[in-house]
């Protein structure tokens, strides 16, 4: 199982000096109007403004006093903690091919992006989604804001298992129901489903403000469709549909396209919504995406 | 509609099987993908199923499968019947004694005769009729036709015998009539429900009984007794349910010893006694009362002849002679009997001087001795003899083994019925010559049927053969009297007169004869039959009476006698009514059998081809669209 990788220590330390690419200044916005960016306590240094009663004195800026003979305060841009939600599939679909392990590589990126956002001290989770018998079943951790509980997430990664139909948008429902400040959401699919639904559950997260990253998880096996060839009556695992049909090297050139269709098409519709997307091909390719393929797209730095 | 044999249902199970495979198609390799979406560009799904599929080749060989199983079961329907012409009748004629019973101005065949006509007159144009006739077994007396005169010749033909109509004859009957649609049966008496039952399910079977009288007398049988010393007695019965008079005579040769008026109360059964007689001979009984049935109004007997005739016995063995020499004088005590030791046995003309008469029989046991020449030979446990002897052409038997004992088997002993079955000493086991006749068999250690008694007229003259060995005074213990029985019939037969023969009607008779023999029967008709390689000619008297065979100069009087109680009781209105569920079956029969049987066999057969060509079609299809590696 690839997803007791992500708690091997010797795979943790790879993972150490990275850091996640998210945005931690936002800018106030009311309606289509810009306010300005939150002010507050932090490190980075923002401007300088006249000193009014009130101010907090720890901010006054005594160089300039002496230099100038005014009472100034220093501001800071604020030091801003972050949400971050891991959003993993759990769909039957992320099962499938075994050998593949999709569901696996899906949880190891998760629990590495959670581990790596825990450089940051930011508040972060993994959640993992799938419809059973009509109803969205989303799970998640507490939020983790330190390293030394990162291991909190180990129980909840081994415990997911691969079942029930992908429903995104019932998932990013669920997800803003729960009424959680604007953050940054990973979501971490094969996007098996229908392109509409993929659309409309990314919009409506960008739309809640959330910075989402999109990491499209795809089998190796599956990818390059390797089916013995023959009659074979294929099933789908998630709705249970029949259908019979010639495996052949015709068979695997469609399956082919019609994957690379899916990958293009999700594509097209990250990029139309401002949102980072990442290929995760192959479950042998853990370490090579995390340290390049995120970084490269700049999901983590 | 129905089925003409269901147990052919077992062949349905080849539609169990067809579903197992089915099935077992059903569960071909399936493989689990992650989303159907993958395939959405895949060419050619052949079909999406959820749960049951219409699968049009299942279809095809299910639908195949199941009129095959209805074509072998026989399936039909009953169509009326088409009138008009093309139809075959069977005109079936029982031939029994009973059927010669006079009633009114003809008998009851001509009664029947009548009615056939009748029938044929009043058939449409075109349909064809058959002549069946049985008694002792069925005879086709003319082949289906539509020629009036053919049919009126053969009716003509036909002729009662004197002999009882078995029922397995009237099987035999049916079952020759079975290619007609109709099956016209004569009798007069009705037949079992279960053959009609039979005979109706191909056909529709009309019954006609015919005569109602029941006035018939009948010698039942004919003792001549021993002349000079026993009465003789003849037993006659009345079948009729009133009173009879009865005027009975019985003459031996041309003179008549007794003649009387008798009254028989109804269906009463008498004994006469008459005699002694004086002298042995022929011994004629005859009913002089005009009745129903001729056949059996007539009996002959013979009156064994107390003649002088010598006679040989040869035995080893003491104790045998004597015993031998005892049994030929209770069967004759005028026997002239010599016995002497076989080693002993001079032979020929040295054993009584050139003077003494001729030897009348010679009885050997366990010994053979071709010196003794006599007219008539018994052979008792007769032995296996050396590689330079055999035995004379004209006795024909071979002695292949001895046994240390045997049992005598009661079902296969002819004549000597009565006997029961009991365990005999050392027998041999004997090949009996094909011109012989057996009179009985036995099973002994991994023998399942040995000649034990057998007798015939050979060249040389009738021999007879007893198989068993009776020494230790075999033939005069009183727990093996069937020995005796055996014995004493044996003698009295190869001593009766050879040119005189008393056997019943229907019994297989067969005479020595030189080339063809002439046989002049009781009507007077005259007929030749050819004799045999044995130099044997071999005749079935079915006429009561005197037969008279000619061949090479002599002359062999075959008297036949016919008495059967079943036959002979005309009582037919009785038994009608007692077979009642009888005729109620026949009609019932006819009821069903109202319509015409048509078997589906060919619309089902084109019905399965049909389903297999469209089958062929859609495969022939598939191959073209996806190769034949997936057919």
Redesign the interface.
């Known amino acids: 199982m690839l997803e007791a990788r992500a708690f091997e220590p010797e795979f943790l330390r790879k993972l150490d000096r990275l850091v996640l690419g998210i945005k931690r200044a936002r800018t106030v916005r009311a309606g289509q109007r810009a306010l300005g960016r939150i002010q507050g306590l932090g490190i980075e240094p923002e401007n300088f403004k006249a000193y009014a009663p009130g101010d907090d004195l720890r901010f006054l800026d005594w160089n300039a006093f002496a230099r100038f003979d005014e009472l100034m305060l220093r501001t800071y841009r604020v030091d801003r903690q972050v949400e971050v939600t891991a959003l993993v599939d759990a769909s039957a679909s992320m099962g499938l091919p075994e050998r593949d392990d999709k569901l696996g590589l899906a949880l190891a990126i998760g629990a590495s992006l959670a581990y790596i956002g825990m450089a940051d001290n930011d508040a972060v989770r993994i959640g993992a989604f799938a419809m059973h018998r009509g109803a969205m079943k989303l799970d998640a951790t507490p939020f983790h804001r330190r390293r030394e509980s990162y291991l909190n997430f180990r129980p909840f990664v081994m415990s997911v298992k691969a079942g029930g139909e992908t429903r995104l948008g019932a998932a990013v429902d669920q997800l803003l129901l729960q009424r959680r400040p604007a953050g940054t959401v990973v979501v971490i699919s094969d996007f098996l489903v229908n392109e509409s639904d993929v659309e409309d559950a990314l919009k409506r997260l960008v739309a809640a403000r959330h910075e989402v990253k999109v990491v499209h998880v795809m089998g190796e096996q599956e990818s390059i469709a390797a089916y013995p060839s023959g009659l074979f009556r294929v099933r789908d695992a998630e709705t249970g549909e029949v259908r019979e049909t010639v495996l052949g090297p015709a068979t695997a050139a469609a399956i082919r396209r019609k994957i690379e269709k899916i990958a293009v098409r999700v594509r097209e519709i990250c990029t139309m919504h401002a949102i980072t997307y990442a290929q995760a091909v192959g479950a042998g390719n853990l370490e090579s995406i995390i340290e390049r393929e995120l970084p490269r797209l700049g999901i983590v730095r | 509609m129905g089925l003409l044999n269901p147990q052919n249902f077992v062949y349905g199970l080849s539609l169990a099987l067809l579903v197992l495979i089915y099935l077992r198609s ?1 569960s ?23 749960h049951v599929r219409i699968e049009p080749l299942f279809w095809l060989e299910m639908a195949t499968l199941t009129a095959l199983t209805l074509a072998i079961a026989g399936l039909y329907v009953m169509r009326p019947r088409t009138p008009g012409h093309g139809r075959i009748h069977a005109l079936v004629f029982d031939l029994g004694a009973g059927m010669s019973a006079r009633e009114g101005s003809g008998t009851r065949l001509d009664q029947a005769r009548r009615d056939a006509m009748e029938i044929i007159n009043q058939a449409p144009a075109g349909d064809e009729f058959s002549v069946i006739a049985y008694a002792l077994e069925a005879q086709a007396r003319h082949p289906q036709t539509a020629n009036l005169a053919d049919l009126h010749k053969a009716l003509d033909d036909l002729a009662p015998m004197a002999v009882p109509a078995r029922t397995v004859a009237l099987r035999a009957a049916l079952i020759r009539a079975r290619g007609a649609s109709e099956i016209e049966l004569f009798a007069d008496r009705p037949p079992a429900a279960a053959i009609l039952a039979d005979a109706a399910s191909t056909a529709r079977v009309n019954f006609h009984l015919v005569g109602s009288g029941d006035s018939n007398l009948a010698i039942v049988s004919l003792a001549p007794g021993i002349p000079g010393s026993t009465r003789g007695r003849a037993v006659i019965r009345n079948f009729s349910a009133r009173p009879y008079p009865c005027e009975l005579a019985i003459d031996l040769g041309n003179r008549e010893e007794f003649h009387q008026t008798l009254m028989l109360a109804p269906r009463e059964q008498v004994v006469v006694p008459f005699g002694p007689l004086k002298t042995g001979g022929v011994l004629h009984a005859r009913i002089l009362t005009p009745d129903a049935i001729d056949a059996d109004n007539d009996r002959y007997a013979y009156a064994p002849s107390d003649g002088a005739a010598r006679v040989l016995v040869l035995s080893p063995d003491a104790a045998v002679r004597d015993d031998i020499a005892r049994v030929l004088l209770a069967v004759n005590a005028n026997f002239q009997i010599e016995t002497a030791d076989p080693v002993k046995y001079p032979g020929g003309a040295n054993a009584s001087g050139a003077n003494a008469k001729p030897l009348e029989l010679a009885v050997m046991h366990d010994c053979y001795v071709p010196a003794a020449v006599a007219a008539s030979t018994l052979l008792i446990y007769p032995p296996q003899l050396g590689k330079n002897l055999r035995y004379a052409a004209g006795i024909g038997i071979s002695v292949n083994a001895t046994l240390p004992s045997a049992d005598i088997r009661s079902d296969a002993m002819g004549e000597a019925r009565g006997i029961e079955s009991l365990t005999l000493g050392a027998t041999r086991i004997v090949a009996i010559p094909e011109w012989m006749d057996l009179i009985a068999t036995a099973t002994g250690p991994a023998h399942s049927s040995i000649p034990l008694a057998a007798i015939g007229r050979g060249a040389g003259g009738p021999v007879g053969v007893l198989a068993f060995d009776i020494r230790d005074h075999l033939l005069l213990a009183p727990d093996h009297l069937d020995a005796l029985v055996l014995t004493v019939d044996l003698i009295k037969q190869l001593t009766a007169p050879r040119d005189i023969l008393i056997v019943p009607t229907g019994a297989d008779v067969s005479l020595p004869a030189s080339g063809a023999a002439r046989v002049t029967q009781p009507d007077a008709s005259v007929r030749t039959v050819t004799a045999d390689k044995w130099g044997r000619v071999r005749i079935r008297p079915l006429q009561a009476g005197r037969y008279s065979v000619e061949s090479g100069g002599e002359t062999t009087q075959v008297f036949a006698n016919y008495y059967d109680a079943t036959e002979s009781d005309l009582g037919a209105k009785s038994q009608a009514e007692a077979n009642a569920p009888a005729e109620n079956a026949a009609t019932a029969s006819n009821a069903q059998s109202a319509g015409e049987v048509q078997p589906l066999v060919f619309i089902l057969v084109a019905l399965a081809l049909l389903a297999l060509t469209i089958e062929s079609a859609i495969l022939i299809g598939h191959a073209g669209r ?1 190769g034949m590696r ?1 057919v």
């Open positions: 059903r071909r390799p399936a493989i689990e993908v992650s989303s159907l979406m993958l395939f959405d560009e895949v060419p050619a799904p052949v079909a999406s199923v959820r996806w997936h």
